[in-house]
């Protein structure tokens, strides 16, 4: 069973917009289903929905769901926020 997406504070979600605009590197950090920590380095290419969720997408073609971020380039993220 999938768990409910908490929908990420807006200022956040700025932020990763800005970061697919500027077109570099960013360090992303995330919890995956399992509860493991997880860190990548790449370029973020979109912010999109799926299925009542929003993700980022690397472009490694990884898709991180945004309510599982914990930091992206230092920033702390947390889930439960709403505009």
């Not at 999938?2 to 700025?14: F, N, S, V």
């Not at 570099?24 to 997880?38: H, I, K, L, M, S």
Request: hydrophobic residues 35%; charged residues 35%; glycine residues 8%.
């Amino acid at each position: 069973m999938t768990e409910r997406y908490r929908p990420i504070d807006c200022a956040l979600h700025d932020e990763l917009q800005l970061r697919v605009l500027r077109g570099r590197d960013v360090e992303v950090e995330w919890t995956d289903p399992t509860g493991a920590a997880r860190r990548s380095v790449g370029r973020v290419t979109d912010v999109f929905s799926r299925d009542g969720a929003e993700y980022l997408r690397l472009a490694a073609g990884r898709d991180v769901r945004l309510d599982r971020l914990t930091r992206v380039d230092g920033i702390p993220f947390s889930a439960g926020s709403r505009c």
